[in-house]
């Protein structure tokens, strides 16, 4: 008996530190009341522990924050469950040390059952500004959303998976906007080197390739504030505009097929950019736009590029800058 004793101060003296504090994690330890508003609360503290220069934040909260969100598709009666990636910020005034990032989160959770558009983000926003006492606020939602793609001239049909993000932003006078984002990836066949593998054909009878390359187009978004538009709207826009989208499934016709097309719809980086600017100037749904075209070059290493934008007075200014981003 004498030895258990031993052995239990031993035991309770190990998970004791030489300043008599206990190393042992209590799993049975409940906060009551009382406690939990002793906890210190460093967000909401004076002016006085501000490190730094004293000045207003634009925009701190939380990147890559994962859940299940529930999306309306057309080809199915249900909605569809997608991970989607949350970016969710808020300004911070001069005076205040930060924000309590927890309830970005617990933002979302009461609209987990809900169907996510870019209009319910304003409702979301709403809360941040209340919960969170401050003056601006923005969402983005990042996810893969399928679509079904039929093949160009056999029965074959598959996923296409597109890059799509919604984005609400709402401002000290409680104006919201809604932008989209929607990544588009197709084949561009160069002009110039169609032109000269035609050249060579004719004039010295040499059989030629001309080069095309995977190529991509973003496309962000501004939406009329009592508009809506749909990612399939967005899709159309893109395919009507540059003919020429990527791929699922296909056999030997549609190889063919889609040699054809790339033959019929010949395009520079420039052509791109403006044919996307015909198709998306015509939609009056839409309030402004930017799109950022990438043709990654078969015949060089590097890139050819092209920005667009509506030219809207203070609108999106064509200055997008992430072009690796556009690899694909």
Do not use: W
């Given at each position: 008996?004498?030895?258990?004793e031993?052995?239990?101060?031993?035991?309770?003296?190990s998970r004791?530190?030489a300043?008599?504090?206990?190393?042992?994690y209590?799993?049975?330890?409940?906060?009551?009341?009382?406690?939990?508003?002793?906890?210190?609360?460093?967000?909401n503290?004076s002016?006085?522990a501000?490190q730094?220069?004293r000045?207003?934040?634009?925009?701190?909260?939380?990147?890559n924050?994962r859940?299940?969100l529930?999306?309306?598709?057309?080809?199915r009666e249900e909605?569809?469950t997608l991970?989607?990636?949350?970016?969710?910020?808020v300004?911070l005034?001069?005076?205040?040390?930060?924000?309590?990032?927890s309830?970005i989160?617990?933002?979302?959770s009461d609209?987990?059952?809900?169907?996510?558009?870019?209009?319910?983000?304003e409702e979301?926003?709403?809360y941040?500004?209340?919960s969170m006492?401050?003056f601006?606020?923005?969402?983005?939602?990042?996810?893969?959303?399928p679509?079904?793609?039929?093949?160009l001239r056999?029965?074959?049909?598959?996923?296409?998976?597109?890059?799509?993000a919604?984005e609400?932003?709402v401002?000290?006078?409680?104006?919201?906007?809604?932008?989209?984002?929607f990544?588009?990836?197709?084949?561009?066949?160069?002009?110039?080197?169609?032109?000269?593998?035609?050249h060579?054909?004719?004039?010295?009878?040499?059989?030629?390739?001309p080069?095309s390359?995977?190529?991509?187009?973003?496309?962000?978004?501004?939406?009329?504030?009592?508009?809506?538009?749909?990612?399939?709207?967005?899709h159309?826009?893109?395919?009507?505009?540059?003919?020429?989208e990527?791929?699922v499934?296909?056999?030997?016709?549609?190889e063919q097929?889609?040699?054809?097309m790339?033959?019929?719809?010949v395009?520079?980086?420039?052509d791109?950019?403006?044919?996307?600017?015909?198709?998306?100037?015509?939609?009056r749904?839409?309030?402004?736009f930017?799109?950022?075209?990438?043709?990654?070059?078969?015949?060089?290493s590097h890139?050819?590029?092209?920005?667009?934008?509506?030219?809207?007075?203070?609108g999106?200014?064509?200055?997008?800058?992430?072009?690796?981003?556009?690899?694909?």
């Amino acid at each position: 008996m004498k030895t258990a004793e031993n052995k239990l101060q031993a035991q309770d003296k190990s998970r004791t530190g030489a300043d008599g504090m206990t190393r042992e994690y209590d799993a049975a330890f409940v906060v009551s009341d009382d406690y939990q508003k002793s906890l210190p609360d460093m967000q909401n503290a004076s002016g006085e522990a501000i490190q730094g220069a004293r000045v207003g934040i634009q925009q701190v909260g939380i990147s890559n924050f994962r859940l299940p969100l529930k999306y309306t598709v057309p080809y199915r009666e249900e909605p569809l469950t997608l991970e989607t990636r949350v970016t969710g910020t808020v300004s911070l005034e001069a005076t205040r040390k930060g924000i309590n990032m927890s309830r970005i989160i617990r933002g979302f959770s009461d609209y987990q059952e809900h169907i996510f558009s870019p209009e319910l983000l304003e409702e979301i926003l709403a809360y941040y500004k209340r919960s969170m006492d401050t003056f601006s606020a923005q969402i983005k939602l990042n996810f893969s959303y399928p679509m079904l793609q039929r093949s160009l001239r056999s029965a074959l049909s598959g996923y296409q998976y597109y890059d799509v993000a919604f984005e609400g932003i709402v401002d000290r006078d409680n104006r919201f906007r809604k932008i989209l984002y929607f990544d588009f990836v197709y084949s561009s066949a160069c002009p110039c080197s169609a032109e000269l593998a035609e050249h060579a054909r004719d004039v010295r009878n040499v059989y030629a390739i001309p080069h095309s390359q995977r190529s991509k187009a973003r496309l962000r978004v501004e939406v009329e504030p009592d508009a809506r538009v749909s990612i399939e709207d967005l899709h159309g826009h893109c395919l009507a505009a540059l003919v020429t989208e990527t791929q699922v499934m296909v056999k030997r016709e549609d190889e063919q097929a889609f040699a054809e097309m790339n033959g019929a719809a010949v395009k520079f980086v420039e052509d791109a950019a403006r044919l996307m600017h015909e198709q998306l100037d015509g939609d009056r749904r839409i309030r402004d736009f930017e799109v950022a075209c990438a043709h990654l070059e078969s015949l060089h290493s590097h890139d050819a590029i092209s920005v667009i934008a509506k030219g809207v007075p203070g609108g999106f200014k064509a200055d997008f800058s992430d072009f690796k981003d556009l690899i694909c």
